[in-house]
């Protein structure tokens, strides 16, 4: 089996937010694609240091990582970071890794915008049973079960 890349397009949704309200253009808008690796082994979203500093992502807490050799290190989170992968986007955060290394997709974001790997087609796409809006599980509640119950 082959790896599955894909083209990502990366968005700082805090200056996303800023263009909307009017307070910076939205050419001021830090955004760039990146062609990635996705690793269905990986949790999170592992980008490059300069990737990072070019997206001008805001750093949060630092995070505790086991890779595939059983090696531990500490790396750096940012946050606010906006991922598009075909029609599909969504917020998340992300893991900072040396200047110039590979992105990797993990699994976050596959699940959070319902996509699957084909292994053989080496491709990313919807899942079948939700060809046009990600679908996700959710635990309906006892405390107001009315609430949900709107039927598609």
């Not at 090696?71 to 917020?91: H, N, P, Q, T, W």
Request: proline share 7%; hydrophobic share 40%.
């Amino acid at each position: 089996m082959g790896e599955a890349r894909v083209e990502v397009e990366l968005t700082n949704t805090i200056e996303a937010g800023m263009a909307k309200r009017g307070i910076i253009s939205k050419g001021e808008v830090s955004s760039l694609k990146l062609d990635m690796l996705v690793d269905t082994g990986a949790v999170m979203i592992l980008l490059p240091q300069d990737v990072i500093e070019t997206l001008q992502l805001p750093q949060g807490d630092s995070r505790i990582v086991v890779f595939s050799d059983d090696r531990k290190a500490e790396l750096r989170s940012f946050y606010g970071l906006m991922v598009k992968i075909g029609d599909r986007k969504g917020s998340f955060d992300c893991l900072e890794g040396p200047p110039n290394c590979e992105g990797l997709i993990g699994q976050v974001v596959l699940e959070s915008l319902d996509l699957i790997v084909d292994p053989l087609k080496r491709k990313v796409t919807p899942r079948p049973e939700s060809p046009f809006l990600p679908m996700v599980n959710l635990k309906q509640t006892t405390a107001q079960p009315s609430a949900f119950s709107a039927q598609l």
